[in-house]
């Protein structure tokens, strides 16, 4: 894995035509929470949009960003960026090659709308199935008064944006030439699906690289296996974070490059990697 601490958008810009074979990554949704202002106020553990849920059987939950919170200009913001994000990208990429992003039923709507336009080809969802402690709040302030009502769903899955770059002919001149245009098989009688089963982030791993979105290997490297159909290339996590991508790429053998903007999380993410790539996941 190589690592690179850089904003994501100057990366691109600079990078050769073509030399990107799939794409996974989990950038910051609304931007406004990783906005050097919010990751500070959620290093100091208060204030701003960062929150953090009630403990939950004893056990203290890790913050959130709160996406209600966004105003209509914040939303314009998130469009325009995605769009550029998207046809930054595009050039770098080669035919066929996979863009998974991740996602909240909140905003992805948003995001698959401006990567859409930028180019790129909307080929579905991926669904990580997992109970979170999002959502399912009683009314703020009038817990006992509405016992019985919850103020959003609980949320129980997770959307994983599919998105390719169009194809070089057919998809098996595609594969033939880049090595791109699918996804790898589970099996010979299994096809990758869409819907992955998961669960939280273990603990272990959160001690390893103590991100507040941090994604676990057991998922991350799913994933990543199937990204690249031949089992070669290079894959790029452009919101690189934890470097929690970069280490389920080590661990299933692919080459991969990450780009960190923060100090802190690209410090993190290089001390991180290694250590979650090693980790044994069911």
């Not at 960003?65 to 314009?76: A, H, I, M, Q, S």
């Not at 595609?174 to 990758?192: E, I, V, Y």
Request: glycine share 8%; aromatic share 8%.
């Amino acid at each position: 894995a190589s690592l690179y601490r850089d904003d994501c958008l100057e990366w691109l810009r600079g990078r050769a035509p073509n030399s990107i074979h799939a794409v996974v990554t989990d950038p910051p949704y609304g931007l406004f929470e990783y906005s050097d202002e919010q990751k500070e106020k959620l290093r100091e553990g208060k204030g701003g949009v960062w929150r953090v849920p009630p403990s939950f059987d004893g056990s203290k939950r890790s913050p959130l960003p709160r996406f209600t919170v966004l105003k209509p200009n914040d939303l314009k913001v998130l469009e325009a960026f995605f769009f550029d994000w998207g046809r930054r990208l595009l050039p770098v990429l080669v035919p066929g090659a996979n863009v998974i992003v991740a996602s909240n039923p909140l905003l992805s709507y948003i995001v698959s709308g401006a990567l859409a336009r930028s180019g790129l080809e909307r080929r579905g969802e991926i669904v990580r199935l997992v109970m979170t402690m999002r959502g399912g709040d009683r009314p703020k302030h009038a817990h006992e008064e509405f016992a019985d009502v919850s103020v959003m769903p609980r949320s129980m899955w997770e959307p994983w944006l599919l998105f390719r770059k169009p194809l070089d002919g057919r998809v098996q001149d595609n594969l033939r030439k880049w090595g791109t245009g699918g996804f790898r098989r589970l099996g010979p009688d299994k096809p990758f699906g869409d819907v992955i089963q998961s669960s939280p982030t273990r603990a272990a791993e959160r001690r390893i690289a103590p991100h507040p979105s941090l994604k676990p290997q057991a998922f991350l490297r799913q994933l990543i296996r199937s990204a690249l159909p031949l089992e070669r290339g290079i894959l790029l996590d452009p919101f690189a974070g934890s470097g929690s991508t970069l280490a389920a790429a080590e661990a299933v053998g692919y080459e991969s490059i990450g780009v960190e903007k923060d100090k802190e999380f690209f410090d993190l993410a290089r001390d991180a990697i290694p250590k979650l790539s090693q980790l044994e996941c069911s």
